[in-house]
């Protein structure tokens, strides 16, 4: 009986360790240049892809106003099919020429496992850009200044 009891204690604390290594997630001070741009402010969906590519999560969204949520259409696709709630995710949009510092948090075990940042763009009666930058989740990718296509300059990872 105590050789059973030891094997099933061994099991749970085994199975405790293992998601408590999978639930370990690190910050990341998130530093974002917007370009000179003339309109109103730009929506900027932050999300975590896969290696193959896939939307696998939200991690922020700058701009609050959900009406909107639909000009970033590939995010779009993947939001509206798991709509979870992300008003603890969500903050201003952001205009021509300013700078927005948020936090971000990432999941450890995939960093350095093919996963990447995307960060998607829109802004009102102008260009959308599925993929206005996009970082490696890798050591060195995440520790690089990393320009933009569109609305964004560049984007700037710092560990907390």
Same mark, same amino acid.
């Given at each position: ?64 106003? $959900?009406?909107?949520?639909? !000009?970033?259409? *590939?995010? &779009? @696709?993947? /939001?509206?099919?798991? #709509? ?31 996963? $990447?940042?995307?960060?998607? !763009?829109?802004? *009102?009666? &102008? @260009?959308? /850009?599925?993929?206005? #930058? ?27």
């Amino acid at each position: 009986m105590k050789s059973i009891l030891k094997i099933g204690l061994t099991g749970a604390l085994l199975c405790l360790l293992s998601f408590q290594a999978a639930a370990q997630t690190s910050k990341y001070k998130c530093m974002l240049q917007m370009s000179n741009y003339m309109g109103e402010g730009a929506y900027i969906v932050v999300s975590l892809l896969n290696a193959k590519g896939e939307y696998d999560k939200t991690l922020y969204v700058m701009g609050d106003d $959900k009406k909107w949520y639909k !000009t970033l259409k *590939e995010w &779009h @696709k993947f /939001y509206s099919k798991k #709509l979870s709630d992300i008003s603890a995710k969500t903050g201003a949009s952001v205009t021509g020429g300013d700078r927005s510092i948020t936090t971000l948090e990432i999941e450890d075990v995939k960093i350095n496992k093919g996963y $990447k940042l995307r960060f998607e !763009t829109a802004v *009102e009666d &102008h @260009k959308y /850009y599925t993929a206005d #930058l996009e970082i490696p989740l890798t050591s060195q990718g995440m520790a690089e200044k990393t320009e933009g296509k569109g609305y964004i300059r560049y984007v700037r990872l710092s560990k907390i």
